[in-house]
């Protein structure tokens, strides 16, 4: 009876684990749809080419967000494990666009990594800047993120909202269940750091004082091609 108990403990445990993410990533497709919706509604007249470009760009990703969150739902697992050549600069300014959010991207390298879990984390924290800004009540503005690569052979990706507030706890934001914003779950920073902390790569955020946070990834060597 006690192992059947521990058994049928943690399998309460995963499974509770499981619905909690699951619920994350649901509610951040919603968002993106609300998302996608106020920016069809508020297109002006004679805007509606350039609008179509943007969506040409980012439905094709939200396509494959929502083909990963049915394969989830359908217990087939959401992720692909092999390894690809990404190209950084590319994905972070699609990702970010997907959260309706302008970024300047300082350098440039081809990482060769699983995708999944490295779009998991950028979409949490473009994520996060996007309903900062709406919070504020003010228009996003333009993001910073710089690549970079160390004598030590690593590679590093850095980024930051100028304009955003400095975080009351900063070294609360990698916890679980902890969130500075009303509605926030606090799952999604805990969730894309223990998943790329699996892959030997780093999760982290800075902060000096009266400054907004900066986010840092570190990269082994071997993952990238500069």
């Given at each position: 009876?006690?192992?059947?108990?521990?058994?049928?403990?943690?399998?309460?445990?995963?499974?509770?684990?499981?619905?909690?993410?699951?619920?994350?990533?649901?509610?951040?497709?919603?968002?993106?749809?609300e998302l996608l919706d106020?920016?069809?509604?508020?297109?002006?007249?004679?805007?509606?080419?350039?609008?179509?470009?943007?969506?040409?760009?980012?439905?094709?990703?939200?396509?494959?967000?929502a083909q990963r969150l049915?394969?989830?739902?359908?217990?087939?697992?959401?992720?692909?494990?092999?390894?690809?050549?990404?190209?950084?600069?590319?994905?972070?300014?699609?990702?970010?666009?997907?959260?309706?959010?302008?970024?300047?991207?300082?350098?440039?390298?081809?990482?060769?990594?699983?995708?999944?879990?490295?779009?998991?984390?950028?979409?949490?924290?473009?994520?996060?800047?996007?309903?900062?800004?709406?919070?504020?009540?003010?228009?996003?503005?333009?993001?910073?993120?710089?690549?970079?690569?160390?004598?030590?052979?690593?590679?590093?990706?850095?980024?930051?909202?100028?304009?955003?507030?400095?975080?009351?706890?900063?070294?609360?934001?990698?916890?679980?269940?902890?969130?500075?914003?009303?509605?926030?779950?606090?799952?999604?920073?805990?969730?894309?750091?223990?998943?790329?902390?699996?892959?030997?790569?780093?999760l982290s955020a800075s902060?000096?004082?009266?400054?907004?946070?900066?986010?840092?990834?570190?990269?082994?060597?071997?993952?990238?091609?500069?």
């Open positions: 009876i006690w192992v059947k108990t521990g058994s049928v403990t943690a399998a309460t445990t995963q499974l509770s684990r499981f619905s909690l993410f699951l619920r994350h990533d649901m509610k951040n497709f919603a968002q993106y749809l106020d920016q069809v509604k508020a297109c002006p007249a004679g805007k509606e080419e350039q609008l179509l470009v943007r969506l040409q760009r980012s439905t094709p990703i939200l396509r494959d967000r049915l394969r989830a739902l359908q217990g087939q697992g959401s992720e692909s494990n092999s390894e690809e050549a990404i190209d950084l600069q590319t994905l972070i300014l699609e990702t970010a666009a997907l959260h309706g959010l302008d970024i300047n991207v300082s350098g440039a390298a081809t990482l060769h990594f699983v995708r999944a879990p490295l779009e998991n984390a950028l979409d949490n924290l473009f994520k996060n800047y996007a309903d900062l800004a709406r919070m504020q009540r003010r228009p996003p503005t333009q993001l910073s993120a710089v690549l970079a690569h160390s004598a030590a052979g690593e590679l590093s990706i850095s980024i930051h909202d100028p304009d955003a507030t400095p975080v009351a706890q900063p070294e609360r934001l990698f916890e679980p269940f902890w969130s500075d914003s009303p509605g926030g779950l606090g799952i999604g920073l805990y969730q894309a750091k223990q998943t790329l902390a699996k892959l030997d790569v780093s902060q000096l004082e009266g400054a907004p946070p900066v986010f840092h990834f570190v990269f082994p060597p071997g993952f990238h091609d500069v």
